[in-house]
């Protein structure tokens, strides 16, 4: 089975901190992404990666940064915490190529900023 | 970029079917819908892809009308596992939004 492991399961930081969320995948998966998953909105694409030091901006990427350096991790990073990046985040990968491939996801890190 | 889903709750008794739709503005590659319960991560369901093929594991139906950029989840005899949020993804060129959910709730 696929494992996709984010670091915390819950977080409490502080506002102007620089958080780090960490999201591991055991599957040789080429594509990772991060999403950001509030009430009413559903899951939204922060950024996503389909190979080592490639990156993509999602739909929301304002006030995140994302770095990839090996294959099977995919970082997320708040350079400057602020209370409206409180939320729940979820990391996601699978295989790149032709014929639809379905995403696994980690169990998401519940942030909160203060 | 989002895809629209409807609806947005549903609530059934044991045995009732449901429909729920996504539909999105751009032409599309494939579909993927994905179930979450509380307190979990979204689990895969089925994809379906351009052309008519689909991949899937679970006793599900769903349908994608390309032309309409459509796609629409069966759930039939309703059971009470099938309670949780429902997720479309839509997928053009590696590219992945998904919808806002649908809140499925079964009850006895």
């Known amino acids: 089975d696929v494992k996709v492991t984010q670091s915390s399961r819950y977080l409490v930081k502080r506002t102007g901190e620089k958080v780090f969320l960490e999201c591991v995948q055991d599957?040789?998966?080429?594509?990772m992404f991060w999403y950001r998953q509030d009430p009413g909105l559903g899951l939204r694409l922060i950024y996503f990666?389909?190979?080592?030091?490639?990156?993509e901006k999602g739909d929301i990427p304002e006030g995140y940064s994302v770095s990839r350096e090996k294959k099977e991790r995919f970082s997320l990073i708040l350079e400057s915490a602020s209370t409206n990046q409180t939320s729940m985040y979820l990391c996601a990968s699978s295989f790149l190529g032709a014929g639809g491939q379905p995403q696994h996801f980690g169990d998401g890190t519940r942030l909160s900023i203060l | 970029q989002q895809p629209v889903q409807s609806p947005q709750a549903v609530i059934l008794r044991e045995g009732e079917d449901a429909v729920i739709n996504c539909s999105s503005s751009k032409a599309l590659y494939s579909v993927h819908w994905y179930r979450q319960k509380h307190g979990e991560a979204p689990v895969f369901l089925m994809i379906?892809?351009?052309?008519?093929e689909q991949k899937g594991h679970e006793k599900i139906s769903a349908s994608f009308n390309e032309k309409k950029q459509q796609s629409s989840l069966y759930l039939t005899a309703s059971q009470l596992s099938y309670s949780g949020t429902y997720f479309c993804?839509?997928?053009?060129?590696?590219?992945?939004?998904f919808g806002a959910g649908t809140r499925l709730t079964v009850k006895p």
């Open positions: 990666s389909y190979d080592v030091k490639m990156k």
């Open positions: 993804g839509t997928e053009y060129n590696n590219d992945m939004r």
């Open positions: 379906l892809l351009k052309g008519g």
């Open positions: 599957m040789d998966h080429e594509n």
